[in-house]
């Protein structure tokens, strides 16, 4: 199945966002044109932008809110399952 650019994770990987789908509410930065190579927006893309990020665009340089590290589960002594030897 091809992927459509309006696929959220890639979206948000094409954002700068990690491969990983553990961040579930970003920190947020003032939007920056900067950051981003001359001619990337028109003037009339950079206000629209403005507007509909005017909270800020997500910080991928640092965690997520309140996210924590994963926890793993060791499942072999689940039933159905087989304990290492």
């Keep these: 199945m091809p992927i459509r ?3 959220p994770v890639l979206t ?3 954002a700068g966002g990690p491969l ?3 961040v579930l509410k970003c ?3 003032p939007l920056d044109f900067a950051e981003y190579p001359a001619g990337t927006f028109t003037l009339s893309n950079g206000l629209r932008l403005q507007t509909v990020f005017a909270d800020g665009v997500c910080d ?4 997520g809110v309140e996210q924590r590290r994963a ?6 002594g689940w039933p159905g399952r ?3 030897a």
Aim: one cysteine or more; hydrophobic letters at 30%.
């Design 5 to 7: 650019s309006c696929d």
């Design 12 to 14: 948000r990987q094409v």
């Design 20 to 22: 990983k789908e553990n």
């Design 27 to 29: 920190h947020l930065k």
């Design 60 to 63: 991928w340089s640092r965690p």
């Design 71 to 76: 926890v793993t589960t060791d499942v072999r």
């Design 82 to 84: 087989q304990a290492a």
